[in-house]
């Protein structure tokens, strides 16, 4: 390819490090797909005739054909595309060499990357919906379900079950806003940028993003050229999924543990061990947990090679693509295991009732003194100075006897004696996003919504 300027070809060593046909192999499709459209615009510009342009889409279809059926798996070329032109020049011989005019690899593999984003961002939102789909499912059964909800890892409040899993479907909807965000940046055309000074040949751009379908064209080619602005963000968004997927993960291993006994993960998401012949291990969480933290590191690799680059392109840039390939193949190898264990996971209600505490009416105690005309902050106080009078005596809030809860405050015996139950601190909390019933089947109407088109048909009845 850029043999003429050197009296000897390149190293053993240097090959080996230069070399990427192995990772970017996988742009082939989208090789032959802007290569189509770069011959296109070469028969436009006046470059190509007819003839020869017919010559070369046939060629270029035989190539993709052999590519796709794994010919020239273990070829030796630099990348995927000398791999490409060397196969066309099998199929169409010496024209094959009319194809490079005017186009550089920068802005070839710019391209190709892009439009590989593109066909990528489609498969990945549709398992990001079904995983939604799957904890809405799983929500709406659950509906009746009360449980303590957490924060420090400390039970807080009573909330439902269905609560619970809506609070990890929404980020999966922000992750899907996210991404499509990122995909109006991805859909911006390098091609006509040449190496980095724009084309030669007067080709029409507008032509190759219509073809291509691209939202615009690149406004500078040594910017575009150099730009993997859209990697780091795509790595960025799949970070943040992985870390969703990270989080919802921890909170079922803990729920699926003998201690807490919330969930069951069926037997098809669950994993033996080696020794142990009782244990049910919740591998697919704590991989998913594992995915997030390499994910991680993806962004961090790419964003630290991009932070030392000048503009226009540099071969830096050439690891990219094993970032964004590692990245992709993490979410879309978890999202359908988190999925599975998702829907097949079996809520065991007793075991959450059991576990609920009279402790976590305190805040339902400091708000009845409120309306008895108490100020909330001192409200605030005498509650807890209830709990520990309560935890002191080893009773509950409602067996503490009166003339305790009296000392405490006059109006205690008669607070603790219309004390409600779960269900009615749950449903005190009727505000918009609350775990009240109204506000849960808000969000569950909602996120139906969100998630449409990804519903087993037996959840649609």
């Known amino acids: 390819m850029w043999g003429g300027r050197f009296a000897t070809p390149p190293s053993e060593a240097l090959a080996a490090l230069n070399n990427s046909l192995s990772v970017d192999r996988r742009l082939w499709a989208q090789d032959v797909r802007a290569s189509k459209a770069w011959v296109t615009a070469l028969q436009d510009a006046g470059v190509l005739d007819s003839e020869e342009a017919g010559l070369l889409h046939g060629g270029l279809d035989r190539v993709g054909d052999r590519l796709s059926g794994g010919a020239e798996a273990e070829a030796a070329d630099e990348d995927i595309h000398t791999l490409v032109e060397r196969l ?20 070839q593999v710019a391209t190709d990357l892009r439009l590989w984003c593109l066909d990528a961002l489609g498969p990945l939102d549709e398992q990001i919906a079904a995983l939604g789909a799957a904890l809405v499912v799983q929500a709406r059964a659950g509906i009746d379900m009360l449980l303590p909800g957490y924060t420090h890892g400390q039970q807080a409040q009573p909330v439902r079950w269905a609560y619970v899993l809506l609070a990890h479907a929404w980020p999966l909807v922000r992750d899907r806003d996210r991404l499509a965000d990122v995909r109006r940046r991805v859909a911006e055309l390098p091609l006509g940028s040449g190496a980095l000074a724009g084309s030669s040949v007067a080709v029409d751009r507008d032509l190759l993003r219509d073809i291509l379908g691209f939202r615009t064209v690149s406004a500078n080619a040594l910017d575009a050229t150099g730009d993997r602005d859209f990697v780091a963000e795509l790595l960025f968004a799949l970070t943040l999924l992985a870390t969703h997927l990270s989080r919802l993960g921890t909170e079922l291993v803990t729920y699926s543990s003998t201690e807490y006994g919330f969930v069951r993960l069926s037997d098809a998401f669950s994993t033996g061990s080696s020794l142990l012949p009782q244990k049910r291990n919740p591998d697919v969480f704590e991989l998913a947990r594992a995915k997030a933290a390499r994910t991680l590191g993806d962004l961090v690799a790419m964003v630290g090679m991009l932070r030392a680059l000048p503009a226009g392109y540099s071969k830096d840039l050439q690891e990219d693509k094993s970032l964004l390939f590692d990245a992709m193949d993490a979410a879309l ?21 059991s576990v609920l505490r009279e402790t976590l009416l305190a805040t339902d105690v400091a708000d009845e003194l409120v309306g008895e005309g108490v100020p909330f902050r001192e409200a605030h106080g005498l509650a807890g100075r209830l709990v520990r009078e309560a935890e002191d005596l080893g009773v509950s809030l409602r067996e503490l006897p009166a003339e305790r809860a009296r000392k405490i405050h006059e109006v205690l015996p008669d607070v603790l004696g219309r004390l409600g139950s779960f269900e009615d601190s749950v449903e005190r909390r009727r505000t918009s996003g609350g775990t009240s019933r109204a506000s849960v089947e808000a969000q569950l109407g909602v996120l139906e919504q969100a998630f449409a088109g990804q519903f087993p048909p037996e959840a649609a009845t």
């Open 88 to 107: 066309l020049y099998q199929e169409v011989g010496d024209l094959a060499g009319k194809l490079h005019t005017g186009r550089s690899r920068n802005d």
């Open 333 to 353: 190898v978890t999202l359908p295991a988190v999925r599975g264990a998702v829907e097949t996971m079996q809520p065991i209600p007793d075991r959450m009732q």
